[in-house]
């Protein structure tokens, strides 16, 4: 301070760069025991005017997770090293802030007698940055899904279009009536899977559409309720028993027409893929794990070989049982609708006992 | 040009598409392409057969050409390329000719069964009754 009077420009550009860059100085010296903070530090720290800086105080300006990190600077500073850093400070009043440090060993006379250093407050930057992180970490899987997306589209409407230019070709070749009745009927059955095709590809648009749909409040007992009514022909005729308990986590907010298709898929899945010496029995639990919300279906049916299949499972189009009704787009629905929202779904199954599904919300 | 007795004596189709399949079976039929044809509906079934007859070693169960889809249930067109590399005898009068035919045209899976040496060639859906003719009378050619 006294170095900057005998020179007004030099306080004046000094002050300027710090008010511009909100960045402070501070010094440490630990022979003479004393401890600098300049104004500007003083301003973003949010000290009281009368506030004496000291080394016994220092480390009260750090969080927890970074003290190990700071005394490690500080003692690299005492023996010659500096340092340069983004790390947390918190203010006198206990506000974490983010900071880009640098600091360098004091010397006196050629020995290190303290340290010195400016840090500068680029919470609003620092934030905005990892907030543009985790934008892009939901972006990039969104692209990877359009990207699937697209080549499935591709695939299967290349199918439908191959099968269909192909009986054309051999509706001029062939010469009797019989085979040409045959090769309409073939017509037919393309016209069906094709309109399929379209309403698979529709659900799965109006799963992303509805991502934007308002959450409400509800309860997985009424969305299980609501389930089992809409497919009680199919439990009854089946002999399935579904056994749950949602005390531990009654409810949520979420997509309500998610909730009830993310059941629907599970528990028809299950009776789907049941085994064929005994009857379904699903166990769907609600529950808390680490202040984390879950939801795991567990079901006694034929299970799946995920040691062949693991990384294919929520793929759509993909199926791995010969069963007629396969199609391969249940499991992949639910996964979007998951991840739409920003949850993960798992998945453990052992062959001939069972499978479990488990979604983090 | 066209003679009555088919080029090839064995062929063999592994495809999930039914319609494809009956629509195959026709094209090889009213062109007289071949006199048998084996048909799997994925590749495992294809497999177990191919095991099979491969400890008969009977040349005449050993279709010429296969048409290989990729993607199917159980077990899929690379899995099957996989397994059938190793169980394929060595080349004493096994002459078969297989194409990949897809309806796939990401570039990577065209790259990815080119590397496959087996693999003749990466044919996309829709294959035209001609390039089909092409294929089996090229095998004879």
Redesign the interface.
Known sequence: MEESNKNPFDYFYYQEVADLTAAGGWSVNFDMKTSYLDPQARKILNVPENFQPSLRTALDFYPVIEKVRVTEFFEGCANGIPFNATLKMLTFDNKEFWVRAVGKPLYDDGTIVGAQGVFQDIDFEKLKELSLEKSLKVIESQNSRLLNFA?IV???L??H???L???I??LN??NSKN?EE??KE?LV??SN?LNDTISHLNEIVSVQSKAHDQKKELLFEDVLYNIKNSINRLIIDTDTKIISDFSELPGMTYIHAYMESIFLNLISNAIKYKHPERAALIHIYSYLENGESYLMFQDNGIGIDLD?YGSKVFNM??????NED?V?IGLFITKNQVEALQGTISIESVVNQGTIIKIKF | MTTSTPPIKLSCIIDD????I???K??ID?KKLSENLLIFN?GKEALDYFTAIIQNVSKNAFPEIILLDL?M??MDGW?FLKKFTQIKPPNNGFKTTLYIVS????PYEIERAKSFNYVKDYL??????DEFEAIFKSKTA
């Open positions: 080549h591709s695939h299967n290349r199918s279009s191959s099968n230019q192909l009986t070709e051999l070749a062939v085979e045959e090769l073939s059955h393309i899977s062949t189009y993909q199926t791995f049982h010969q396969a391969g | 598409d039914e319609v494809y009956r629509l195959i026709k094209i009213i994925n993607n249930p159980v899995d309806s796939s045209i990401d996309v859906k829709p294959v035209s009754m």
